[in-house]
């Protein structure tokens, strides 16, 4: 999807998984990536990972949640690779739970990592974007539309980040930065769904996606690269669903049966 030789993309949340992902697609793509993530013994070896791979990439431990310590990510993160190009906000907190058996520090917590999170990665960037010319891609899901049981805390999050996404796509556009956020459906060999789906109802699940399969990773590093390339250069302040028709409804035979 591109070539990004020259570019410095910067992805936060990005010890693995989908953020990952979208970290070696862009390094494969020739770009300087710089991953961050909370734990430094995982930034550490998937920073390592990408060098393997033939990849210009350093890693930086740091906490969404910690504005001081993104500004100095930043700075060493631009000392590093030059001016940020791509920015990928996707750290994130779940779990499932009821509503009656999530405390009040819990869902903060979710809040905090998910909404607050993203809003500190974007606004503490804004000194160290190329502008103009910067994309920047918030990683949301489908709960921040469609509200769902024993997630509360995650679709009160990522309704916010939808918010934060298109509100900045508003304030930023006339310095010609771009924010647009990726909402991911099922992803195969994620953290997300050996957490939150049930392997018994997999068939099911699947059968009522439009497109009957899982995604993987690879589809939304794709998308991410879209979202950055020029042919993506007149979109802006959009939610990108990746989810096989997840969001347009259920597509199971009983339901299109009449």
């Known amino acids: 999807m591109g070539d990004f030789s020259g570019r410095h993309v910067f992805v936060a949340g990005a010890s693995g998984g989908i953020n ?5 697609g862009f390094g494969a793509a ?9 734990s430094e ?4 070896a998937a920073a390592q990972e990408l060098r393997d791979a033939g990849v210009n990439a350093i890693g930086i431990a740091c906490d969404v949640r910690d ?18 190009d791509v920015l990928i906000s996707g750290a994130a907190g779940n779990f499932l739970a009821p509503a009656l058996k999530v405390s009040a520090n819990a869902f ?3 809040v905090d ?10 606004r503490a960037s804004w000194d160290h974007l190329t502008r103009p010319g910067a994309s920047l891609i918030a990683i949301t899901a489908g709960q921040a539309v469609h509200p769902s049981p024993f997630q509360i805390h995650a679709c009160a999050a990522k309704a916010g980040v939808n918010m934060v996404t298109k509100c900045l796509a508003l304030e930023w556009g006339p310095a010609g930065v771009r924010v647009n956020a990726i909402s991911p459906g099922p992803i195969a060999d994620t953290e997300g769904m050996r957490r939150l789906a049930d392997p018994a109802r997999e068939a099911k699940l699947k059968g009522s996606l439009a497109l009957r399969d899982y995604g993987t990773k690879a589809d939304i590093a794709e998308a991410a690269m879209f979202l950055s390339s020029p042919a993506a250069k007149y979109i802006t302040g959009t939610i990108l669903n990746v989810d096989g028709g997840n969001d347009i409804g259920d597509a199971s035979a009983d339901a299109l049966t009449m």
């Open 67 to 84: 504005y001081a310590g993104l500004e100095a990510a930043y700075t060493q993160a631009v000392a590093a690779h030059g001016r940020i």
């Open 113 to 122: 990592i998910d909404l607050l999170g993203t809003y500190n990665v974007f």
């Open 108 to 110: 903060k917590t979710v």
């Open 41 to 44: 013994e995982k930034i550490a």
């Open 20 to 24: 990952f992902a979208i970290a070696q």
């Open 30 to 38: 020739g770009a300087r990536v710089t991953i961050l993530s909370r």
